[in-house]
């Protein structure tokens, strides 16, 4: 007999057919498939995004070890079970539809429960197929994190650089403290080399974009001395450049002034992620400080209440709710970042958003369930990446052993977190740090690395 108050949810890991306007872009095939790849491995980090669940099903495109499952549950005290569909394309919820084995596994386990309730790292008009082929096999479907199918087309245009910056710039004209650099978007190669010539030549300084990149990728930043003096060589050199990929070709570029930053001050890449409910409600979930290299690619955050520093605060809330608001007003529902920089000018500009989950709602999930709803106020957050040493044994029975003593504790609650096992196969280490305080996390960290670097 059905439990009525029950809902299976199951959660689909659908980043490479959420990216794949930008992968299948990527003229060499060898580079294609290392962003697949590296796109990938970071899989099982999503798991925690299920950590505020009893349970649930993750259905994710590699497989995932009993181990690392097991530690998982130990410490989030959430049930999964995962499952691993065939490959026959790189859209994972067109491959569910076409796998037996998942649709008769998925039939079973819902047995006992009233409704199933999908949801995905991504919102993509995919993942409606795999809703649809539920129904056609007798399942009550919801998609509580996930626009009305008819107002899906608005999430590709606000989730690009192109689309983003349209709306900021029709928002600035009624709201002037909503900043975005300087910019400009072009469908023709000739003239975005063209743009990008001129502002190197007054900014010194300028960065370029295809409109649907990845974690920095598809991100260029030319700073001075890095192209030529020559107007000429320097629109050649560029040229080049957008004849490298077709994702240049297929869509939109993006020129914009490059925003210099305050190496002194110590947020300046405030982030933030919103939840939209199906009301249209915005509720954010958090705010944080985004680590990002000097080539623009994100690699790490620190999340507490002091992440972002008061000055900039207030204003930062303000002008990122005004678009979560536009979002909402546009029928987008579910997860949603907005990512800003703030500028050595002292001026805040936003930069892009992802309407989608990010690479916080992990560490957000499972710092929530392992210190409750106040976590931003009593403990700090580092999340970061990190290469192993090459003679490392790169198993997750190596890391978790040699990381024992410092690993997050329950009586202290403090310690380090393993967010993935697929990323020490591939010889590195995600990991998130839970201290009392700035000062404790970072004392963590410097334990982390002296270990491993033995």
């Not at 201290?435 to 996390?441: H, I, P, T, V």
Request: with cysteine.
């Amino acid at each position: 007999m059905k439990n009525l108050h029950r809902i299976l949810h199951v959660y689909i890991y659908n980043s490479v057919e959420d990216e794949w306007s930008y992968i299948s872009g990527i003229t060499s095939k060898k580079l294609q498939r290392e962003t697949i790849h590296s796109s990938d491995k970071y899989a099982d980090c999503y798991m925690y995004t299920g950590a505020n669940l009893d349970e649930f099903v993750f259905i994710s495109p590699v497989a995932v070890s009993g181990e690392f499952i097991s530690y998982f549950e130990n410490l989030s005290q959430t049930k999964v079970t995962v499952l691993t569909p065939k490959k026959r394309t790189n859209f994972i919820s067109l491959n569910i539809t076409h796998d037996r084995k998942i649709l008769q596994k998925l039939k079973t386990l819902a047995q006992s429960y009233e409704s199933v309730s999908l949801s995905a790292y991504a919102n993509t008009p995919h993942i409606y197929k795999v809703a649809t082929t539920l129904k056609r096999l007798g399942f009550t479907v919801i998609m509580p994190h996930s626009p009305q199918e008819r107002d899906i087309g608005m999430v590709k245009p606000y989730g690009s650089k192109a689309g983003f910056r349209t709306l900021v710039e029709k928002l600035h004209i009624n709201n002037p403290s909503l900043l975005i650099p300087e910019g400009y978007i072009f469908k023709s190669r000739l003239k975005a080399a063209e743009k990008a010539s001129q502002m190197y030549e007054k900014f010194q300084s300028i960065v370029v974009k295809t409109n649907r990149g990845c974690a920095g990728y598809g991100v260029h930043i030319f700073r001075k001395g890095k192209l030529p003096a020559n107007k000429t060589e320097r629109i050649k050199q560029l040229r080049e450049l957008f004849n490298k990929n077709n994702y240049w070709k297929k869509n939109p570029i993006v020129v914009e002034k490059f925003i210099p930053i305050n190496p002194k001050n110590s947020s300046c890449f405030p982030s933030l992620e919103y939840y939209i409910d199906q009301k249209g409600r915005t509720h954010m979930y958090y705010y944080c400080n985004m680590i990002v290299t000097p080539e623009g690619e994100f690699y790490g955050m620190e999340m507490n209440k002091d992440s972002v520093a008061k000055k900039i605060r207030t204003n930062f809330l303000k002008v990122t709710r005004l678009i979560a608001q536009e979002f909402a007003s546009s029928g987008y529902r579910g997860h949603l970042d907005i990512d800003t920089i703030y500028g050595a000018d002292k001026k805040l500009y936003v930069n892009e958003s992802n309407l989608r989950q990010n690479g916080g709602t992990d560490v957000y999930r499972i710092t929530k369930k392992l210190i409750g709803a106040k976590f931003f106020s009593k403990a700090f957050v580092i999340s970061r990446y990190r290469d192993l040493p090459a003679t490392f044994d790169h198993s997750f029975q190596a890391v978790y052993h040699k990381l024992e003593p410092i690993l997050f504790s329950q009586k202290t609650k403090t310690g380090i977190i393993i967010s993935s096992e697929s990323v020490i196969r591939n010889h590195g280490l995600s990991y998130a740090v839970i201290g009392k305080n700035k000062k404790n996390a970072i004392a963590l960290e410097r334990s982390l690395n002296r270990i491993l670097d033995r």
